[in-house]
């Protein structure tokens, strides 16, 4: 495997060497084998998806890759560096932001507030400068509070800014989470479903956002999706993965045609 | 160019009025956007130094005199600097629909032959993009967003910012060329084209001139006595003449700021926020406030609900007076004074409009109580009559003369005419110079002499001087009597009412006026609840006796109206009839735009018509239907004709129903 070089996509886009690559990732839970010996990389600037059935263990996954779980066997490397097991906040720092697939927003807070809160990774002032709200900490509001700015224009959520989130429907709230993600500048957006439950035109909007996000910023993206349309139009490779195995890996042509995924997932391939 | 007059010293452009306001209000913000949260501005002398960055870019790109610069996105001030810029450069700005597709587009593009375009953000160059092969003559898009556009072919493509980088460079080597360009506009040239909407044909390209802009400006701005500390909301189509004429025209003319919303959406908040001192909005924007509103205060507490009830009907009763200057009584003054803390002041803040001098409202006919009630919180809204090819302004309100039914005097500088059968004909320095490319039209509309048909029939009020309009001067008949018929004038009293969905008024060569009337479900199904009366359907509670009775109160008091009303004291309604069926699009009652199609309903409830002037009290009639998913049915009812009653006129021959 060739893990330096870096591509010119069809479409324009960079994508690097490896950045974050899991090898042989075994994952339990007591008797349970959730994630079976798994290797894969990830490369930067790419949108890499995880597909498979219900229960084939992608949220797992994708939880090992936040730091949630600690797998039981295998390693964890990132930035060329095997990385020791950490807690999610430490994986926070490291540059690494995620969504979740049932939201996981304050609803009594705006949505503004909200997107602020992705930002705690990037405070350093100490709860006496906030307190007495002089020098260090007024400054670093001011610029969380720009990059906050710059999200939400790119998000296009500027109307409900000030509207609490528990008010909101389910499409945008999806998207206020998108945006709490953004906030904290990561390297690599971890992205758990971000189409459930969203009809035609949330999707497409999303869609849009995944991919502007990707060339806008060059943020690496790892995303889980049901939606096999979506999945297939905007991943540059998709792992598959079924029962905790991986029973496919590469661009979405060679992963519709694989048997094994055909099986497994697909049914019916289409054309 | 021959300029038979430079009256206002040397101001023959927009690219003058921009230089002298530059010099002149230097320091005072001309433009605000909210954009990252906050509102950002630009003095007058910043203003003007992006526009000269912009002109010198377009110079650098190869901007030829009179080539045509299509501009197309929502209201922003760089779009509204590359108008300008693209006059001081020697081109003609052509704004474009933002939400037209792309092949409206295409038809727009190659019809004015646009050679540079420039666009808000991706949507808009997409759709320039996919019609591209069509128009060679395009040879530059720019565009000011480039979110997403990053991976785009750049060989003819350029960010705004680029363009203006390049022209800044270029600035020694290309200044000279600017300024005689610039010194080269003439009074007569091309200032903007706008192309009208196009509801029936083709759009056309209205060509205006410095002067219909500058003259419609200076007149308007001064019969209003705008003044540079105003402040304007720029939230409607950039391609529609009303906006050039409030944002651009009476802006550069008078000096004052113009504010861009941050996002369409967000526009009510920013409304909040700016509080403009001048505005304008469509009949349906000051309906829509008026039912969020009312909507709310049904959810309020009940003191709150009281207060709000007891002060808006005083507001009701004296508000439109104090705004007049009449006499109210000093109890009132006062009562109105502890209103204005708490419910009036409030309500107006709500609604961007604690600031507001005057307001217009223009397009279509304005319901009274809407238009009373804004009066009635002591907002100055006015109305306007107005089109393309005018400049906007051909008839506007006076302050302290405004009226639901008039669309007031002649604007200054305008001459009026009605011809014999009633359409109305106007003459005025912000006539247009030409409909582009299309003499044929241009003659049709305008007179050698310059008169200018309006399509709609009116008269002017004896007396007050207001001009009328009743309706559109091709549905405009007579009676057998010989008196004016004016069918849509009475559909729209009727319409007014919340109970009458729609209405359709005969009478055009008979004897009498007659009826068809659309019942509104919601407000009628809503005050049948209340009233403990039971219904399975639509057909059931039309032709509910009492619902009956409601409506004939209401076509009765319309007739009570009318009767006061030389002119068309001749059209009250004898006989109506609630149809056992709503008009409906999809069986070509009504046009996909709801307006409702006379000759076909005419011809389909024929049997209707003729017992509506047979004089029978009920018919039994069969409708053929088209259900949602295409099958067809029939609705079979009796359906009862019901006598109003009348008001006596002297004038014209009318014979008394029955």
Redesign the interface.
Known sequence: MDGQTSTVTP???TIGGVVMEMRNITLRFGGVIAIKDISFDVRHGEIRAIIGPNGAGKSSMLNVISGFYNPQEGEVWYKGEKRKPMKPYQVARQGIARTFQNIALFDGMTVLDNIMTGRLNHMKASILDQAIWWGRAEREEVAN??KA??V???L?I??I?KTPVGRLPYGLKKRVELARALVAEPEILLLDEPMAGMNVEEKEDMC?FIL?VN??FGTTIVLIEHDMGVVMDISDRVVVMDYGKKIGDGVPDEVRNNPDVIDAYLGVAHD | MANTAQPHGGLVSIPALLSRNAAQFGSKAAYREK????WQSWTWSETAEEIEAIALGLLALGIEPGDHVAIIGRNRPALYWSMVAAQKAGGIPVPIYQDSVAEEMAYVLDHCGAKIVIAGDQEQVDKVLEVQDRLPEIRHIIYQDA??L??YDHSHLHSLADVQAEGRAAHDRLMSELNRRESAIGYDDTCVMLYTSGTTGRPKGVVLSNRNIIETSKASAEFDRLVSSDEVLAYLPMAWVGDFIFSMGQAYWTGFCVNCP??P??MY?NLHEIGPTYFFAPPRYFEERITALLIRMEDAGRLKKWLFDTFMELARRVGPRLLDGKPVGLMDRIKYAIGQVFIYGPVRSRAGMSNVRVAYTAGEAIGPEIFDFWRSLGINLKQLYGQTEASVFITQQPDNEVRADTVGVPSPGVELRIDDSGEVYYRSPGVFVEYYKNPESTASTKDAEGWVATGDAGFIEEGTGHLRIIDRAKDVGKMASGALFAPKYVENKLKFYPNILEAVVFGNGRDYCAAFINIDLTAVGNWAERNNIAYGSYQELASHPQVLAMIQGHVEEVNRSLAADEMLSGCQVHRFLVLHKQLDADDGELTRTQKVRRRIIEQKFGDLVTALYDGSTEKYTETEVTYEDGRKGSIKATVQIRDAAVVEVRTPTLEAAE
């Open positions: 479409d324009g886009r509070r720009q700015e710059e939400i224009d790119f296009e500027q109307s800014r849009r502007d060339d806008e | 954009e990252f949260g906050i979110r997403g990053r991976k941050e996002r959406e967000t908040e």
